[in-house]
């Protein structure tokens, strides 16, 4: 289902980092794309191609150099304005002096869409941390707190949800689960997802669309589709059909990785 009055189109974007006393560093260069309301994205890509800096135009968080970001029609502030662009990072960052309740709560509190204590309880049953309402982010392991972490971003009743490597630090089978409890729950909503990672089979197995990035400069080499129907992905995690498209993207990154103007030098 999209509904692209709600796409969110780059057109030419430019991003150089200009630094004193150092040469400018060109963090995108021509990034172009169109994706659909609903859509989840994956951008992979070495250390330094830009992944985090395209996350954070995204988010309003960062204006680019030149071309054009518009989500509706409109540019990403006025987003962040209505507060309906969601976050979450590879740390939880979960205040540790609040219970997971009040943390879950804190972000709905400060948009002011105020969430009860109904709407947190069953924000924390919806992420498998109902019980945990009352603890603190000490008393709970990392994958708990990025569950919580996923309720706080899910209490600002987000359009979209910017993800930067939220399970990059948790072990290979907890991060499994935390990928089909992110399906399960979008799949409930379908907003729009932009979700960073280094993971080439992550990102097979979550997305729609993977954009392949390389560096120097950071730009957009690949947009792979994953046409596999998502009731068939987790009975086939390691099945033919997501091992092919995980080697499509495998076989963009390695390509990439030398620079465009040395055939010789990978580094
Ligand atoms: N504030 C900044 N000032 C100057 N250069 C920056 C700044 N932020 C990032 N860069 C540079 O821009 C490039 C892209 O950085 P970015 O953080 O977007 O990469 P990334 O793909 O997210 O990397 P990683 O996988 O390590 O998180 C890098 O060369 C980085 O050094
Ligand atoms: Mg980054």
Redesign the pocket.
Known sequence: MSDRSQAIIGRNLNLV?E?PGAEP?A?LQDVSFTIEDGQFISLI????????????IFGDLLAPTSGELTIGGSAPSLLRQRRVIGQMFQDATLLPWKTIGDNIALLGDIAGKKPTREEVASLAEMVGIGRFIDSYPHELSGGMRQRAALARAYALKPRILLM??PFGALDEITREQMNDELVRIWSGSRLTVIF?T?SIAEAAYLSDRVFV?A??P?RVVADVRIDIPRERRAAERFGAELTRCAEEIHHHLVTNMRKPDDGHDAD
Do not use: F
């Open positions: 980092y630094r560093v963090a890509g070495p250390s330094g191609c830009g992944k985090t800096t395209l996350l954070k930067d490597e960073v280094h990035m560096p120097r950071g």
